[in-house]
């Protein structure tokens, strides 16, 4: 019987939920929505019936007569609390192997009190032998002890519950949290830079709404991460203030329509039967290119405070601000660096439309997460007690 995995993105403009068949062969997508996002103002919930309602839609739309045993959920920086803690455990047979580093894992998940708050996702960041020798991939390597740092997530616990009552009425039998890091290192997995992702430093930049999320990745860890506050939706406000326009959805749709990140020669005119009146399109232009070398500017200081300058350091674009056309070439020239959009393998899908929209990269990425509970192998402790005696 076939297994049906769901993945969900609740964003500032957009709720993206996506389906996929699991099987022994990987991840197959085979459907995948979007709706404007309601009830959520920035992050936090302003309408728990209408979220509720929109949620289980998207459920029932995408279900249909397939059974969803587990649903995914990407949550967004402001949910979150986010701390560093460092723990140190012994290598037990002096060679570091996977159970040593699944011990670290217990010992920090053993340290942590939830109380309130609920541990969503913890990642390793770091790792150092015998506190002195630091390394991005412990595996094989000799020593005594190992530090390893890790990334520690969690939320509100009343909140997740919220979302995980919704689905589990819907039949769902398990419900997943994941921080966005987490999901945009399966789709970067998932895509054809997932080689590169295990070997160089790269980083990930989101362009949302709201915010701008950005992401360090090497030799296969999330290093760094950092979200800026002020995201491309201010693009609509600059649009609406200088051309005077009565609402904003309507500089939201030029700028979609006709929105350029770099100035061009040409000077067509844009009518707006609306208003009864035409812009210039260069003028448009300016008003995006101001904006976006602000934001971008702002992107390319944090890679410099992380050391991410090197022309070989990739940096790759994603999120609804990234379809603005120029908005890669825009980055390159600020950074000195190539700029691209992260591609799906054909594998996980062919349908090229999905494959070329950024705001379906998050959820792609979330239904290659999962959800291990660590256990040190029974081997562990025999290991253990041959390495006492070496």
Aim: some cysteine; hydrophobic content about 40%.
């Amino acid at each position: 019987m076939a297994e049906f995995i769901a993945a969900l993105d609740i964003g500032a403009d957009k709720i993206v939920m996506a389906l996929a068949e699991v099987s022994e062969q990987g991840c197959r997508l085979c459907d995948i929505t979007m709706i404007a996002t309601r009830g959520l103002e920035r992050g936090i919930v302003t309408d728990k019936e209408r979220l509720r309602s929109d949620l289980r839609y998207m459920v029932q739309k995408l279900g249909k007569s397939r059974k969803i045993s587990i649903m995914n959920i990407a949550l967004s920086y402001k949910l979150l609390h986010i701390s560093d803690y460092k723990v140190n455990v012994p290598i037990h047979r002096k060679i570091v192997k996977e159970n040593d580093l699944l011990a670290a894992q217990l010992k920090c998940r053993g340290i942590l009190s939830e109380g309130s708050e609920e541990l969503v996702d913890l990642l390793p960041i770091g790792y150092k032998i015998d506190r002195e020798r630091r390394t991005r991939c412990p595996l094989g390597k000799s020593g005594k002890t190992i530090d390893v740092r890790f990334r520690i997530y969690t939320a509100e616990k009343q909140y997740l519950d919220f979302l995980r009552n919704i689905f589990v009425l819907e039949g769902i039998d398990e419900v997943a949290f994941y921080p966005d890091v987490r999901a945009y290192m399966g789709a970067l997995s998932l895509s054809s830079t997932g080689q590169e992702c295990e070997e160089d430093m790269q980083a990930l930049v989101d362009l949302g709404g709201a915010h701008i999320g950005i992401y360090l990745f090497a030799h296969g860890l999330a290093i760094e991460e950092l979200v800026l506050p002020l995201g491309c939706d201010v693009i609509d406000r600059d649009i609406t203030s200088r051309f005077k326009l009565d609402t904003i959805q309507l500089a939201r749709k030029l700028k979609k329509e006709y929105g350029e990140s770099i100035k061009v020669p040409r000077n067509d005119k844009i009518q707006l039967p609306e208003l009864k009146k035409a812009i210039d399109k260069i003028e448009l232009t300016a008003v995006i290119q101001s904006r976006m070398e602000e934001l971008l500017e702002g992107v390319v200081y944090q890679l410099q405070q992380w050391n991410c300058t090197q022309p070989e350091h990739k940096i790759y674009l994603t999120g609804g601000g990234s379809k603005l056309v120029g908005a890669d070439i825009l980055l390159e020239r600020l950074s000195g660096q190539q700029v691209s959009i992260p591609m799906i393998r054909n594998d996980v899908t062919t349908d090229v439309k999905l494959v070329e929209t950024p705001e379906c990269l998050l959820v792609l990425g979330l239904l290659s997460c999962t959800q291990r509970k660590p256990s040190v192998e029974k081997e562990g402790f025999f290991s253990f007690m041959s390495g006492m005696f070496k």
